[in-house]
């Protein structure tokens, strides 16, 4: 969808204009006056000649030639009649401010979503709040806002009108190429104004307060954009919890869709998401003033040893390490420091509190100049005109003049005396990070986005019989378990039986001792209606169990050798509303209810994406010799997750779900022991 006419229109048409102070028609005629934008611009309102030295138009019509974009500042009940008449009058794109969903007119809102997608129209809205393009000096809102005319690097695209005015209106070292409120996004999304965003060369990184997705496979494309154009996508997305689901739901009208999804969505594409406005910010942030990002980790500089704890603490709960130094620079560092206070990264060089200012300059010069060092900051609690935060302030400029490394200031506490003192860091240039924890989240980001990087799994081919099979309905357990072998995993052979007769027929091949399995119809879950016996010796205690089986669930059943291992483990597959086929990985048994150890995938998951995700499971030491259990090579357990991605790729259209539980797993053996896979009716 083209946005050219919709975000960098040449002429703005204003339906609703007013010349009453403190109106909604008013102030958004004051954001337009306030701004540099160059091109036409047509209040309209019948009342008025003129608004704010604007000549002001009856109506459309009037204007006389086509216009780019129309914004509608009119109550719900006219913006039925209006849209039609934009589109009459052959406007190229709208904005629609009101709240369409109205009790009197149940049908409102799908009527114009209907006028506005039959005449092919971009649409800001309904239940906007409007935009800004800072490039071009133009802001339409109905609201009024500071920061007009500064211009920055920082596209923010929300689906909460009130998180795009928090983060774009309440931080001032925050600084924006473009602020989208894309309210309901029925017609224009999310999605659209992403890769607008993408393409503006003024676009440093991308901001997303995300809800729902209406156009997956554009979400899909814009994230691939994004990692072409090496740009970073740092998105908050919520529906996290069943009700802030529903919320969402309700909020946009989209579906926030399963969570786990969402993440290895995010995971695969290198997207960077935050849980909070403040961690949302600090990233935006560091992105913002160093798009360049070196080698090594973080050094630190604190005022306190109370403070270089509390940093400590929250590091580990961010699961940030700081960068480990040379001998040589620990032994620079050591030399400065007054008597008692140890060279160390984070770095304590408080003693008396004589001549501060050089020792803490001098200490984060020589900790950034290490190879390790990628970053550095000072933490202290930021306050206007306190000589310990303007002497720390000097610092960490000058440590940043003497190596031109990232650097920033973290205040552990957010308060409101430090304006002054906020702006004399930003000109350093540097960010001001707010909050410990939030603060090392976003270092942590900002380290994570460098260190990514985007890969395809490798699909493997298939010999010219993959194309000729189906999958239709829910398969039996032993076609399961033949179809993982034709796609390379390794399977407990199973015998078909439906007599005693079948029994005497194999009972030769049997490798004793087997476990005897009903194979009726319609019991997926066979445990739990005793359908499952184990540990059978001989002959004569399968015949028994045999007779015993039928007899209670019916004749047909599977036979197949008793496999000892170690530990558990799930491979499953299930299809998403949103993004299709994703695969699941996870503790199997039934540790698969009980700790609900997983991780979610998409099939074309890189080999880095899945032992990264294997690692992370809580479950991971049982693979890696953990009280005397043997060691899993890690390779041979992701060519296993591999060839199971294989399949769900290959088969994606066919497959419904997969569950394979248990997978067996003992040193180098892997095995499928019981598989359930449903066709996509």
Request: aromatic residues 8%; glycine residues 8%; negative net charge.
């Amino acid at each position: 969808m083209d946005l050219q006419s919709l975000l960098n229109p040449q002429s703005v048409a204003l339906i609703g204009a007013s010349n009453k102070p403190g109106s909604l028609g008013f102030e958004m005629m004051e954001m337009i006056a306030e701004g540099t934008f160059t091109g036409k611009v047509y209040p309209i309102n019948p009342k008025y000649d003129e608004i704010l030295g604007m000549k002001c138009f009856p109506d459309l019509e009037s204007i006389g030639h086509q216009v780019d974009l129309v914004v509608l500042s009119v109550a719900a009940k006219r913006v039925l009649a209006q849209v039609e008449n934009i589109i009459e009058n052959k406007a190229k794109s709208i904005v629609i401010f009101a709240n369409c969903v109205l009790e009197e007119d149940l049908e409102l809102e799908e009527k114009v979503v209907k006028k506005c997608r039959e005449a092919n129209i971009p649409v800001m809205g309904h239940n906007a709040m409007g935009f800004y393009n800072n490039d071009i000096g133009l802001r339409i809102c109905g609201f009024r806002a500071p920061d007009a005319n500064i211009k920055g690097n920082i596209a923010l695209i929300s689906q909460s009108g009130s998180v795009f005015s928090t983060i774009g209106h309440n931080e001032p070292q925050l600084k924006f190429n473009l602020q989208v409120a894309t309210g309901t996004g029925h017609i224009t999304s999310l999605e659209d104004y992403m890769k607008y965003a993408l393409e503006q060369s003024s676009t440093k990184v991308i901001a997303v307060y995300m809800e729902s997705v209406r156009k997956p496979e554009e979400f899909i494309e814009a994230l691939i954009m994004s990692v072409t154009k090496k740009i970073p996508v740092v998105i908050m997305k919520v529906g996290k919890s069943e009700l802030g689901a529903e919320f969402a739901k309700s909020h946009t009208g989209g579906l926030a869709g399963n969570d786990d999804v969402f993440q290895a969505v995010f995971d695969h594409y290198g997207v960077i998401r935050v849980d909070s406005l403040q961690e949302f910010a600090n990233t935006l942030s560091l992105f913002s003033y160093f798009p360049e990002i070196p080698a090594g980790g973080l050094v630190a500089v604190v005022d306190s040893g109370g403070e270089r704890n509390l940093l400590a603490d929250d590091a580990e709960y961010a699961e940030l390490d700081f960068a480990t130094l040379s001998d040589n620079t620990m032994s620079e560092l050591s030399q400065i420091q007054e008597y008692g206070q140890l060279a160390a990264n984070p770095l304590d060089p408080w003693g008396t509190g004589i001549d501060f200012e050089r020792i803490f300059t001098d200490s984060l010069t020589i900790m950034l100049m290490d190879d390790n060092a990628a970053i550095g900051i000072i933490s202290q609690d930021l306050r206007d005109g306190y000589y310990l935060s303007n002497g720390c302030i000097d610092a960490l400029r000058k440590s940043h003049e003497n190596t031109k490394k990232p650097v920033a200031f973290l205040t552990n506490f957010s308060g409101t005396r430090r304006g002054e003192a906020t702006k004399l860091v930003n000109n350093i240039p540097a960010p001001l990070l707010v909050g410990t924890k939030e603060g090392l989240l976003a270092i942590k980001h900002y380290l994570y986005y460098r260190d990514f990087t985007f890969s395809e799994g490798n699909i493997q081919e298939m010999d010219d019989k993959s194309n000729e099979i189906i999958v239709k309905g829910t398969l039996s357990e032993i076609d399961s378990l033949f179809l993982l072998e034709k796609f390379g995993l390794v399977i407990n052979k199973p015998y078909a039986v439906e007599s005693l007769a079948d029994i005497e027929v194999i009972q030769h091949e049997l490798d004793y001792p087997v476990v005897l399995k009903t194979a009726e119809d319609g019991i997926l879950h066979k445990s739990n209606v005793g359908g499952v016996v184990l540990n059978l010796q001989n002959n004569e205690e399968l015949k028994d169990a045999y007779e015993k089986l039928s007899n209670k669930l019916g004749c047909r059943a599977i036979i197949a050798p008793m496999v000892t291992f170690e530990s558990e483990f799930i491979l499953g597959m299930k299809q998403d509303a949103n993004f299709g086929p994703m695969v699941v990985v996870g503790a199997g048994g039934i540790l698969t209810e009980l700790i609900n150890d997983k991780f979610v995938i998409l099939p074309n998951a890189s080999r880095t994406e899945i032992e990264r995700n294997i690692k992370a499971l809580k479950s991971y030491p049982l693979l890696t010799g953990f009280r005397g259990k043997e060691l899993v090579p890690i390779d041979t357990f992701i060519d296993t997750i591999q060839k199971f991605c294989h399949m769900v790729e290959t088969l994606s259209a066919q497959l419904g779900e997969v569950d394979i539980n248990p997978v067996g797993v003992k040193g180098d053996k892997i095995i499928a022991l019981d598989a359930l896979i449903i066709g996509n009716e």
